[in-house]
Every structure is written in C-alpha cells, then in structure tokens.
C-alpha cells in the first residue's frame, strides 16, 4: 500500500512568515532568521562530503523562490519518491508543495515498476471522477499535477516502457500510465545533468519536455528553465534566474 501525507496546512503569507523568522512567534525570540534549520550533506563529487548549514531564511527564500517560478499552488498534488535527504526530495518536491497547502503522496520505492503502477492507477481514478461528475455526482478525486525525478529514474521508466509496450500484460499499464503523465502541470528534472536521449525520448513518449533546473547543496536552487516559454537543453543553458528576496 502507498503511504500517503495529505497536507492542510493553511497558505503562508510573505509577511507572516518573514514575522516567524524574526523569532516574533516564539517567547525567548531565539529562533530568526539566521538560526540554523537543517543539514545537508554534499555529495562528494567534488571533493570530500562535507555537511552545509541552511537557515530559516535560507529554506524561505528557496521555497519562495520555486512557489513564485514554479506556480505551485494548493491545488497541486506531488507523487513523492524521492530521499529526503537533499534538497531535491526535501525542498523542491515537499517543503514547496506543503508551504502553499498541496498535497504529498509518497510511494514506497522509486523503482519504475512501482511509479508505472501508480500512474496506470491515477489514470483509473480520473476516469471514474469524470464518470461521477458527468453524471451529476460529486467526487473527492484530486488529481496529480507535480512530477519531479532524477534523471536516472527518467531513463528507468523510459527503458521500462520499451519492455511493457510489447507485453500484453503490462501494455496496458503503460498506456494508462503516460495518459496520466500527458495531464501533468509540471514535470521537472535535475540533480544531475539530463542527457539529450533521455529529455527527447521523454517527450516523444508524454509530449512534454521535461524542464530542467541547476541548483547545488551549499545555495539551493539557482537558475531554471522557464515554466512558461521555450526551454534550453543542458544545465549549462538555464535562460531564468529564480526570484530574488
């Protein structure tokens, strides 16, 4: 079974939380802006792991500035399969989707079996919500909208798509699968450089070409393609800073 976390927490507005930070909430004032939030290890790429300090002011700025470039909104709903240890998984996929009062749906394993299974599923429930309401009835159906992965997963799922396609069996899964992903808001890829195979290939199974985006643990996120407009192949040719605050 999927382990779901429903978020209704209220929106938060800019002033209400810039209030938060200065510590105005809390009775010692101790917590503010420059307080320390959170922990993040590098990977090691570059050199040795090391641990980067994020603040309160730090983790609002990233979550505004993605809400702001992203649009995300309270009506937005997010498979979550990410760790939550980087700011991937932590940041862009839940602390964004929570601040503006959407909703996290967590799956037990990134494995492209598992996401295909879910997709065919949210094809399943969007027919039945549209059955429902065309006959007059209500529904609590509330649609995915926010698919966020890493590029390995991307190439997962397209190599997984090749073997489902010629199985009766699991053909079937897949056509309702990329259904769901062809309704998708918003399809993102990044912590690692995206190769060109896999952004064409993805848009020749869905229609979309997935936007990419260039952050790194010590700064968050930094540059990102467009949601709106004609979006560059490559990391190296991001065209839109995030928003400053």
């Known amino acids: 079974s999927f382990i779901k976390a429903i978020s209704n927490v209220p929106k938060t507005t800019a002033g209400e939380a810039q209030q938060s930070l200065r510590g105005e909430d809390c009775l010692s004032g101790s917590v503010n802006g420059d307080t320390g939030a959170l922990v993040i290890y590098t990977s ?74 879910r997709l065919a599923e949210e094809e399943v429930s969007y027919q039945k919500h549209r059955n429902a309401v065309e006959a007059g009835n209500s529904s ?19 190599e997984s798509s090749t073997e ?49 985006r260039y952050g790194m643990t010590e700064i968050g996120m930094a540059l990102s393609n467009p949601y709106e407009g004609e979006r560059k192949e490559g990391n190296t040719h991001m065209i839109s800073s995030l928003p400053s605050h």
């Not at 609590?140 to 397209?158: D, E, G, H, N, Q």
Request: with cysteine; aromatic share 8%; net charge positive.
């Open 44 to 117: 090691g790429t570059t050199g040795r792991p090391k641990g980067v300090l994020h603040t309160h002011s730090s983790l609002f700025h990233m979550t505004q500035g993605l809400i702001e470039s992203w649009k995300y909104t309270a009506n937005d709903k997010i498979l979550h399969f990410l760790p939550l240890y980087h700011v991937h998984g932590l940041v862009n996929k839940l602390l964004c989707v929570l601040k503006v009062g959407g909703t996290v749906e967590f799956l037990a394993s990134a494995n492209a079996p598992v996401i295909w299974d």
């Open 140 to 158: 609590p159906y509330k649609p995915v909208s926010l698919f966020m992965a890493v590029p390995t997963i991307y190439a997962r799922l397209l």
């Open 164 to 212: 489902m396609r010629t199985n009766p069996e699991t053909s079937p899964t897949l056509s309702d699968g990329v259904s769901a992903l062809k309704r998708m808001r918003l399809m993102v890829s990044g912590s690692a450089a995206l190769p060109d195979t896999v952004l064409n290939n993805w848009k020749k199974l869905t229609g979309y070409k997935l936007l990419e």
